[in-house]
T-cell receptor, first 115, second 118 residues
Framework: DTGVSQDPRHKITKRGQNVTFRCDPISEHNRLYWYRQTLGQGPEFLTYFQNEAQLEKSRLLSDRFSAERPKGSFSTLEIQRTEQGDSAMYLC?????????????FGEGSRLTVL | AQSVAQPEDQVNVAEGNPLTVKCTYSVSGNPYLFWYVQYPNRGLQFLLKYITGDNLVKGSYGFEAEFNKSQTSFHLKKPSALVSDSALYFCAVRDAPLEGGATNKLIFGTGTLLAVQP
């Protein structure tokens, strides 16, 4: 399978713990995005990388959230001191250098439940 | 700011009947519009996009969408619905910052649940 892969698919944690999600994009894609989706809502943009550079961050991305893409390949999204409101599906997507006309390819998502 | 609206939370249709899932948009500049489908506990799958050219865009699984500039709409359609089409459908627009430059993220609507009855 050469699609976008995310790990873990499911994570249950207690409030206050740290969690980290990993995303492996499609290999030739230089653009990578993180979104968050809560029940009954559309995906909300969190952050965007072009190669290793983080070019945009949403105000939804509080200081407890950090994302990296150190070598321009895989990316990690870390949430520190989790809160119950962080419970959501975290989606990763990638795209090629098609600029503004290219579609995003999404992974299956990582579902976070904070108890 | 760019935005899309999906006015229907749910659309019910009988198998074999035509279906329409509505989307309206608000953009500054040229609209780049997309439709995605999401099955339960899965990621989003790309269906089709409108960039320029013909107003009727054909996509995956027999879906098509009609771009209407005067009505600022981009409705998703299929001539004959299948039970397997039952899923959550999202309309999206490519963001464009007011100050110019390239911003590549998609802004999604709230989604429409399509239920196809056998």
């Amino acid at each position: 399978d050469t699609g976008v892969s995310q790990d873990p698919r499911h994570k249950i944690t207690k409030r206050g713990q740290n969690v980290t999600f990993r995303c492996d994009p499609i290999s030739e894609h230089n653009r990578l995005y993180w979104y968050r989706q809560t029940l009954g809502q559309g995906p909300e943009f969190l952050t965007y990388f072009q190669n290793e550079a983080q070019l945009e961050k949403s105000r939804l991305l509080s200081d407890r959230f950090s994302a990296e893409r150190p070598k321009g390949s895989f990316s990690t999204l870390e949430i520190q001191r989790t809160e119950q409101g962080d419970s959501a599906m975290y989606l990763c997507a990638s795209s090629s250098g098609g600029g503004r006309t290219g579609e995003l390819f999404f992974g299956e998502g990582s579902r976070l439940t904070v108890l | 700011a760019q935005s899309v609206a999906q006015p229907e939370d749910q659309v019910n249709v009988a198998e074999g009947n035509p279906l329409t899932v509505k989307c309206t948009y608000s953009v500054s500049g040229n609209p780049y519009l997309f439709w995605y489908v999401q099955y339960p506990n899965r990621g989003l799958q790309f269906l089709l996009k409108y960039i320029t050219g013909d107003n009727l865009v054909k996509g995956s699984y027999g879906f098509e969408a009609e771009f209407n500039k005067s009505q600022t709409s981009f409705h998703l359609k299929k001539p004959s619905a299948l039970v397997s089409d039952s899923a959550l459908y999202f309309c999206a627009v490519r963001d464009a910052p007011l100050e110019g430059g390239a911003t590549n993220k998609l802004i999604f609507g709230t989604g429409t649940l399509l239920a196809v009855q056998p």
